[in-house]
Structure formats: structure tokens, C-alpha cells
């Protein structure tokens, strides 16, 4: 659990940077991501990854509990019935954790729009000042 918190332990500057080192011009994933194509750093996917590093931690939260505090008795007469591993995640498994999910979800919304309230802030202030 301890690297789960990792999020929670440091700023959005470090994980700014973070993705950065890992994912920049000169990063370590870098040759990977110029050889396929796909832009990270100032694109849609570089935010996309730095919300769903800071969100993890909020799901897995909220559904560890739910997933083990759920009887196994109703995943296995599925699997007697002859049901594979979807039929029983979509028709067993997902039906029972659904409001943790929606939790989950509520808290994962939530989270980015106080992260772009900063940043709407900032640009605020900075607009507002003259240039020379």
C-alpha cells in the first residue's frame, strides 16, 4: 500500500517532472514513443497519464475493501454453470462493486477539477499582467 500513496506524498510539480524525465525529448521512453509515433509530454496522453497517476490511489481505495469483503460463493456457481471469466466479471463480479465504482468515479472527477483550478488561477494572474 505504501507505493499506492505515492500520489498523495508528493506535489503535482514532481509528477510534472516525473512524466517529464520519463517521457520527455530526452527521456528514458523516449526513443519507444519517437519510433511509434505517439506524443506524450504537452498532448492529450501526457495528461491523461498524470490523472490516472493521481486518481489510481482514490479507486483502489475504494474497491480493495468491496473486493474482499465480497462472497466468492456467487463468482463459483457462475463458473459451474459454465460461465468464462467475462460473462462472470460483467455479470457477477461488476453488479456487486458497482457503487464502489461509482465512488471511485465520483472521487476521480473531483480530483482533476480542483488540479485545473490551480492552473485556471495561475493563467488568470499571469494574463492580468501587462506586457512590455
Known amino acids: 500500500m505504501s507505493l499506492l500513496d505515492l500520489p498523495f506524498s508528493i506535489s503535482p510539480v514532481v509528477t510534472g517532472l516525473m512524466l517529464t524525465l520519463l517521457y520527455g525529448r530526452t527521456g528514458w521512453f523516449a526513443a519507444l514513443l519517437r519510433e511509434t509515433g505517439i506524443s506524450v509530454v504537452f498532448a492529450f496522453t501526457g495528461m491523461a497519464l498524470a490523472t490516472m497517476f493521481v486518481t489510481l490511489p482514490f479507486v483502489v481505495r475504494e474497491l480493495i475493501p468491496i473486493l474482499e469483503n465480497m462472497d466468492l460463493s456467487q463468482e463459483e456457481a457462475a463458473r459451474t454453470l459454465g460461465a468464462n471469466d467475462w460473462q462472470v466479471f460483467w455479470n457477477v463480479t461488476l453488479p456487486n462493486i458497482r457503487w464502489g465504482c461509482c ?17 485556471l488561477s495561475y493563467q488568470a494572474i499571469s494574463s492580468a499582467r501587462p506586457r512590455h
Open 103 to 119: 465512488t471511485a468515479l465520483s472521487c476521480v472527477t473531483h480530483v482533476p477539477w480542483g488540479s485545473s483550478e490551480r492552473f
